[in-house]
């Protein structure tokens, strides 16, 4: 007969579980609180959860924009952009990172585009100097940093149409510089088939300070400190599509990912010891992936191995819930699809658009201040969630 050994003599104390779970990975912190409630209460009490993601939505008929909490089922009251635009004109979300956007404004004359740094919840805007050109809708955006910190900012640009050609063009732009520089880096494999844009977004990677892009067959890689770009082939070669190819990168904790939604929604992961590799996840280890066109995040701690989408070709395939007119807006929500059960996940409460997004940026995935509170923002009540609301 088995000896019990779980009298008190055999307990560790209790500032030495704190250690020891406190150093835990998320996963491992999980499994370790169903020991027993001695365990799962100082499990519980140590687990370090990422900073939530709320969804932004941008009206841009109305210069409006407010913000949905995903986990609280929480929205707040439209707020008008009025004040910080010219007259008669709109704007477009490019990407997501550090609490800020990078924006462009939109005007009559289709010359010269201003693109400029926009802070949601302290409302301040700094502009970037012209950027000229009248494909700026082709081109694929991102940033390192909030323009506000101590370390510079770089603001990224590769004109899409480029990619296939012989040359790739590149736009970069740091902090306190007056003008952008514009750059044409050979391509390896110019008018390959295979050589596609594949990924609708650009990735800083904080853990190397590099921009990734995901081309068909090849990683594109931008190094803003040497100004070099470079080709890295993977493997395996990503199937194509007819239509469109819907991926997105992003990172976590110096692992590179890859959502790949063209059909049913999977993940890779880049291999770190060989960066020509994608390896497929089953599962994301008790963490999720925010996935809009202008940013995608991982985060852990909010949600178990969700992928929560907004995406107009994405909710474009979900079944219309009603066959009267209002469908649209009932079915222009973002959607969670489980990795577990591999299937969508019908969400009653969950928020939609009170109107009909005219382009797939009109809302954007973006981590809130630690203390939102400061910034007073009108929280509609839990009903009102899928009440449709004008300013």
């Known amino acids: 007969m088995l000896e019990n050994k779980s009298g008190p003599e055999f307990c560790l104390p209790s500032d030495l579980l704190v250690l020891i779970l406190s150093r835990l990975d998320l996963?491992?912190?999980?499994?370790?609180?169903a020991v027993c409630k001695t365990w799962g209460e100082i499990?519980?009490?140590?687990?370090?959860?990422?900073?939530?993601?709320?969804?932004?939505?941008?009206?841009?008929s109305r210069n409006s924009y407010g913000f949905f909490d995903p986990v609280e089922k929480?929205?707040?009251?439209?707020?008008?952009?009025?004040d910080l635009l010219p007259e008669s004109s709109s704007c477009y979300i490019h990407y997501s990172n550090d609490g800020w956007l990078l924006m462009q404004e939109r005007r009559g004359d289709?010359?010269?585009?201003?693109l400029f740094f926009f802070n949601p919840f302290t409302r301040e805007r700094i502009d970037l100097p012209l950027f000229e050109t009248v494909f700026l809708f082709q081109d694929c955006f991102a940033f390192s940093c909030a323009p506000t910190k101590k370390q510079a900012c770089v603001v990224f640009g590769i004109a899409k149409s480029t990619v296939s050609y012989r040359k790739v063009q590149i736009c970069t732009w740091h902090s306190g510089a007056a003008t952008w520089v514009k750059d044409y880096f050979p391509n390896p494999f110019p008018c390959d088939d295979g050589l596609v844009v594949d990924t609708i977004n650009v990735l800083y990677s904080r853990d190397d300070g590099l921009f990734y892009m995901s081309l068909g067959n090849a990683l594109g890689v931008f190094d803003p400190s040497a100004r070099t770009w470079n080709l890295v082939p993977v493997q395996p070669i990503l199937p194509r599509f007819e239509r469109y190819s819907l991926r997105w990168m992003t990172e976590y904790k110096g692992e590179i990912f890859l959502v790949d939604a063209s059909s049913s929604p999977v993940v890779y992961r880049l291999n770190r010891s060989n960066k020509s590799v994608w390896e497929m996840k089953q599962t994301l280890d008790a963490c999720s992936i925010f996935v809009s066109d202008g940013s995608c995040v991982m985060t852990c701690g909010s949600m178990s191995n969700i992928l929560y989408f907004w995406n107009n070709f994405i909710n474009d395939r979900r079944p219309s819930p009603t066959k009267y007119p209002d469908y649209t807006f009932k079915k222009n929500r973002p959607y969670k699809y489980s990795l577990y059960s591999r299937s969508f996940c019908e969400d009653p409460?969950?928020?939609y658009f009170e109107y009909r997004p005219t382009n797939r940026n009109d809302g954007v995935w973006i981590q809130p201040p630690h203390d939102t509170s400061i910034f007073d923002f009108p929280i509609l009540p839990a009903d009102a969630i899928n009440t449709r609301l004008f300013i």
């Open 27 to 33: 996963k491992d912190n999980i499994r370790s609180s």
């Open 349 to 351: 409460d969950g928020y």
């Open 74 to 82: 929480k929205k707040t009251k439209a707020m008008t952009m009025m």
């Open 43 to 60: 499990a519980s009490s140590v687990r370090v959860r990422d900073p939530p993601c709320w969804l932004m939505y941008l009206d841009p």
């Open 110 to 114: 289709f010359s010269r585009f201003r």
